[in-house]
């Protein structure tokens, strides 16, 4: 397999994942969770960066905004090491490390708790903001969702974070086309997202979020610009295809027959399962 190859296979082990922890945690949002699959994939393998003292960085910090979507940051985390595999099958369950929506104080490995959605690019923009005080050359991606983008908030955090021309600030947008129980296209007057962050003042581009190939390319080019954050819209679906077309599968559970069939067509085991005959 090419290095690509490696990358899609991964990304759709993440998906697999995704859909076992919501059949045994008997919890939704499987539409925000496997859409983004293939760039939490390349970001965590190609993009983020481990600390290193002689560049005056720390770890380069990934951040959840659309908590709802926590099951492939929880799978990628296991996937890297992070957590152990076996906390995978805690999801959901009461008291757990892994709650429906992250929670940094159930798991020391997330950046932020998330679940009200529209604060994760204003975290972000602080957090960067702070670190470029303190002579920390560590950047900061922050992933949100296309009906997140509704919230006043991610734009007054864009405007900030052109005005401080914080270049070390990635946006990745999972504009995925779903938001609760509607098309957001329908929902938000069909806004080109990309041109939308160009006005307020970004660097922005639109690709496919399952050519792992385009969205590698993009990432090497971050910053698009110097001076100025960056915005990748990522264009997703769910990589299932039975479920893509139904709006209710952002809160619809997995049935045994639903994982059966969807994990056939995925054609990898989850991270749970590996190794099972």
Not at 135 to 149: N, S
Not at 168 to 177: K, Q
Not at 243 to 262: F, G, I, N, Q, T
Request: hydrophobic share 45%; charged share 25%; with cysteine.
């Amino acid at each position: 397999m090419t290095d690509l190859q490696l990358l899609e296979k991964e990304a759709r082990t993440i998906r697999a994942t995704c859909l076992q922890m919501a059949f045994d945690g008997r919890e939704g949002h499987l539409s925000a969770s496997l859409t983004y699959a293939d760039v939490l994939v390349a970001l965590f393998r190609r993009w983020l960066r481990p600390a290193d003292a002689a560049e005056g960085r720390s770890e380069d910090r990934f951040l959840l905004s659309k908590g709802h979507g926590c099951t492939a940051l929880y799978a990628m985390l296991a996937a890297c090491g992070k957590i152990p595999k076996s906390d995978l099958a805690l999801y959901n369950r009461p008291g757990g490390p892994l709650p429906n929506h992250p929670c940094e104080h159930a798991l020391s490995a997330l950046e932020i708790s998330a679940g009200s959605l529209g604060h994760g690019l204003g975290v972000a923009t602080g957090m960067l903001y702070g670190m470029r005080v303190k002579g920390d050359a560590a950047r900061v991606a922050v992933l949100l969702g296309d009906g997140e983008c509704n919230e006043g908030s991610v734009w007054e955090a864009a405007m900030f974070a052109a005005a401080q021309k914080l270049d070390r600030l990635l946006a990745v947008v999972d504009y995925n086309g779903i938001q609760a129980v509607g098309r957001s296209d329908d929902l938000m007057g069909h806004t080109d997202l990309a041109a939308k962050f160009r006005a307020f003042g970004w660097e922005a581009e639109t690709v496919d979020g399952h050519d792992m190939g385009a969205i590698v390319a993009a990432l090497e080019r971050v910053p698009f610009r110097a001076g100025r954050p960056t915005a990748i819209v990522a264009k997703t679906r769910m990589g299932v295809s039975f479920m893509e077309e139904d709006v209710l599968w952002h809160y619809r559970k997995p049935s045994a027959d639903d994982l059966a069939r969807a994990l056939g067509e995925l054609g990898v085991p989850p991270l749970q399962k590996e190794g099972q005959p």
